[in-house]
């Protein structure tokens, strides 16, 4: 009996063990794996116009762009910079972290008196907000400051958004209510008479979609904020909300029957009527005939 529960004893540590050893190694993979995919996501900007040249050819501002947890976000928010870079003109860069290593990218456009723009997707949103902040200590306006799932907010009291961005604008996918994230109210705000808080419930995808899906509308917006009326003014479709009420189709116009025409009478056989010489004075034309006396005689 002593023997038995020895070797039950024996049996469970080295369950426990084995239990323990799983866990440290999936956690280890798990982080190494996370570290692999935010090293991919490039870090430094890309240049869409030279830095030197005639005036239009350069840079009307800088957009910079943060992933979510890597490596489930790739590319997301580099392609979104990428897109809305190239379409408006500006220098755009995207990356996993390290916020303060685009402060020389804001600065640079803020020199040449353009626009900051900044897009912060699930864990990138807190970056991006971090970024507004260092903007604000360097006295520098972002324009607009996106965030799309930003996954600061499930904290009991997210951090403020700071003072010096104009424009905030909020992207909800499905997934945004049910993991817990708070819905953005002007007290998201450190003033809120200094930004506008704009938030827009997208239910039409889920959280992996969303940059994708949103790409159309944060071009649209920054094209009308660096005044691109081609883009800013329907020059890129709008992507169909789900949760956004049909257009009224126009009703069929209903649709008659023709009534079916009479048969036609059979032509009666007879003799063709004479063909008139173009020459002969026409009936009109002829004399009339010599009026007949009133009265006979008796």
């Known amino acids: 009996m002593l023997s038995h529960m020895v070797n039950r004893l024996v049996l469970s540590r080295r369950g426990a063990g084995a239990a323990f050893r799983f866990a440290f190694l999936w956690t280890a993979g798990l982080a190494a794996i996370a570290a692999v995919g935010a090293g991919c996501t490039p870090g430094l900007p890309t240049t869409t116009r030279p830095a030197t040249g005639p005036a239009e050819d350069q840079p009307k501002g800088v957009i910079i762009g943060f992933e979510g947890l890597q490596p489930f976000s790739g ?15 500006l220098t755009y860069a995207a990356g996993s972290g390290g916020y303060s290593l685009f402060m020389p990218l804001v600065r640079q456009a803020h020199e040449r008196g353009g626009p900051v723009y900044i897009v912060g997707y699930s864990l990138g949103g807190d970056q991006a907000r971090r970024l507004a902040c260092l903007c604000q200590k360097e006295k520098i306006p972002v324009r607009i400051l996106f965030l799309l799932d930003p996954h600061y907010t ?3 009291k997210p951090e403020l958004i700071p003072s010096n961005v ?9 997934a945004y209510r049910p993991a817990g994230h708070k819905v953005p109210t002007p007290t998201f705000l450190e003033d809120a008479t200094q930004t506008t808080l704009v938030a827009e419930d997208i239910r039409a995808v889920w959280h992996t979609g969303l940059p994708g899906y949103v790409t159309p509308r944060v071009r649209i917006e920054v094209a009308a904020d660096v005044d691109i009326p081609d883009l800013a003014q329907g020059g890129v479709p709008l992507p ?44 009109a034309s002829q004399p009339a005939p010599a009026s007949q006396p009133a009265t006979q005689p008796a």
């Open 75 to 89: 590319f997301a928010a580099y392609n979104l910079v990428k897109e809305v870079g190239e379409s408006c003109q």
């Open 154 to 156: 499930t904290a009991p």
């Open 166 to 174: 104009q424009r905030v604008v909020f992207y909800m996918s499905t």
């Open 240 to 283: 169909p909300d789900m949760d956004s009420p049909p257009e009224p189709q126009p009703a069929p116009a209903a649709t008659t029957q023709p009534a079916e025409p009479d048969e036609p009478a059979e032509p009666i056989e007879g003799p063709s009527p004479a063909k008139r010489d173009p020459s002969e004075p026409t009936p």
